[in-house]
């Protein structure tokens, strides 16, 4: 049984931290691609970032670059994300997601097979 299992959300005041974790079971994680993605209420979930096998290559959508990073630890079959200087605009639950590394990289619009189940991130102005 595949798991994801995202932790680390929570309030923050403009321009705080925060660092997402999402733990993976049941999969070969090092096998994966992950990313993270996030939906805000009453919008449609967006891409936020992703990073290759290896955490070697990394992927951003633009309204995160240089404040967002992604990386991943395959020992602990954990990725994380850094969110630094939020803003009120970065509020939305976050998930994160894996598909097979085999599907290529960044490759945005290919499927994610696997999803989280969210974690709450609010920014207050």
């Known amino acids: 049984q595949v798991q994801l299992v995202e932790s680390g959300g929570g309030l923050v005041q403009a321009g705080g931290s925060l660092r997402l974790s999402c733990a993976g079971s049941?999969?070969?994680?090092?096998?994966?691609?992950m990313g993270w993605f996030r939906q805000a209420p009453g919008k449609e979930r967006e891409y936020v970032a992703a990073?290759?096998?290896?955490?070697?290559?990394?992927d951003y959508t633009d309204s995160v670059k240089g404040r967002f990073t992604i990386s991943r630890d395959n020992a602990k079959n954990t990725v994380y994300l850094q969110m630094n200087s939020l803003k009120p605009e970065d509020t939305a639950v976050y998930y994160c997601?894996?598909?097979?590394?085999?599907?290529?990289?960044?490759?945005?619009?290919?499927?994610?097979?696997?999803w989280g189940q969210g974690t709450q991130v609010t920014v207050s102005s």
């Open positions: 997601a894996a598909r097979p590394s085999w599907r290529g990289f960044p490759d945005r619009e290919r499927p994610y097979d696997f």
């Open positions: 049941g999969i070969a994680f090092s096998s994966y691609t």
């Open positions: 990073c290759n096998w290896s955490g070697s290559i990394t």
